[in-house]
């Protein structure tokens, strides 16, 4: 088990005010802190996951750890890090999305020993009066000072006075939970912030916050269901273990600190004693056995290595039952669900990530005749047999 003074240094941007207050705060007593989560997306990936290790590290310490969902925010959608407004989401959505979060979560979290919490429970509920007395701690100078906020503004892009409200509403959910503490990745410390000082007006009372560094995804961009290079919680052990693989090697180290528990120190031995390719392999099995098991991710590791080093085919190929001779590449495509829609198959063929047969795809028009028993590959990863 970590020591209190690990959990504040090791996977963590900053601590504010400071982390020596938070640890003389844990010293005294239990705390109770929070993470929030606006569900926009159905999966978590393991840019969540490195939030979630945290506060996983404080419940093994015995702290009082609540999982807010945001029920209520996600109805209006976070500006951090936008370039332009999010498109709301409907309570249906959000209801949707949420479903499997406790399972995710649990992959990771004590279920037993955690609090959930929705934030429509109490954002809902207010009145014109309490949301003015809300508005009246914090000023629009504040406000407007976001980053993004400007950058649209020279841009001449609308900024929408929901997305202004935003911090405000995430910032309540400090007030309504009571916390001593807020934990979340560094693109949410401007939100967080806000919700430190409504704490103190509300409650006369200091809130901590603790920012983890943001995960960048297998291709050094930020992880993002919107860029498609997210490595899910629900992936399974042979999705996880091939995603990791194409880990950039500049990203490695990233990896080793922030989603998994080897030390810096054995990291950087490992660097020295292994090649890039079995680095990487070793990150891949570590992270994969945390969510799948070790059975599972040896599973994974041989069947990666069958497909990739020995250029054989996976041995669970889906196989969809497709009617008629001939059919455009395009359609074929979106019929073994290795493209989404026609506009997307497209662009696979222009980017040659599509084979059949082993033969590179390079026009995207052409009619295919079918053959039963015929394999497409999209990418390195994705198969699919024509039934």
């Known amino acids: 088990m970590l020591e209190p003074k690990d959990i504040v240094e090791r996977q963590v941007a900053q601590v504010l005010p400071s982390k020596e207050g938070l640890l003389s705060l844990m010293s005294k007593r239990k705390i109770r802190l929070y993470h929030g989560i606006d569900p926009t997306s159905p999966n978590l990936h393991l840019g969540h996951a490195v939030v979630l290790r945290k506060l996983r590290q404080f419940q093994d310490l ?3 750890v609540i999982l807010l969902f945001g029920t209520f925010t996600a109805r209006i959608g976070d500006p951090s890090g936008r370039d332009k407004a999010r498109e709301p989401l409907s309570e249906k959505e959000v209801k949707e999305n949420i479903r499997t979060y406790r399972k995710q979560a649990g992959l990771i979290l004590d279920m037993k020993r955690l609090r959930i919490a929705k934030n429509h429970t109490w954002l809902e509920r207010m009145s014109i009066q309490e949301t003015q007395r809300l508005a009246s701690h ?4 504040q406000l407007w000072e976001r980053d993004m906020f400007q950058e649209r503004k020279k841009r001449g892009q609308p900024v929408w006075m929901s997305e202004v409200w935003y911090p405000l509403l995430q910032g309540y959910d400090s007030v309504a939970l009571d916390v001593d503490l ?3 990745g560094t693109d949410q410390t401007f939100n967080m912030l806000i919700g430190r000082e409504l704490q103190r007006a509300y409650h006369n009372r200091e809130k901590y916050v603790l920012t983890t560094p943001l995960l960048l995804g297998p291709d050094g961009r930020k992880m ?5 290079n997210t490595i899910n919680l629900l992936d399974s ?8 693989m194409a880990v950039r090697d500049e990203l490695m180290s990233q ?8 030390s810096k120190e054995e990291a950087q031995a490992l660097q020295q004693q292994l090649s890039p390719r079995d680095l990487k392999a070793k990150l891949a099995q570590t992270i994969t056995t945390l969510y799948h098991g070790e059975k599972a991710a040896a599973a994974a590791k041989e069947e990666f290595e069958k497909v990739f080093k020995g250029k054989e085919l996976p041995t669970d190929i889906p ?20 493209a989404s829609s026609k506009g997307e198959a497209r662009r696979l063929v222009e980017q040659g990530g599509v084979k059949i047969a082993g033969e590179v795809q390079k026009n995207w028009n052409k ?3 079918l053959k039963k028993g015929m394999v497409v590959q999209v990418g390195p990863r994705r198969f699919a047999r024509v039934g």
């Open 182 to 184: 807020e934990v979340g």
């Open 62 to 64: 015995g702290h009082e």
């Open 319 to 338: 196989e969809v039952n497709i009617s008629g001779k001939e059919i455009e590449l395009t359609e074929l495509l979106v019929q073994l669900s290795l």
């Open 367 to 369: 009619k295919i005749l």
């Open 237 to 244: 052990a042979k999705e996880m273990h091939g995603k990791i």
């Open 255 to 262: 990896y080793f600190e922030l989603c998994t528990d080897i």
């Open 224 to 228: 993002s269901k919107s860029l498609g």
């Open 138 to 141: 914090v000023t629009v100078a």
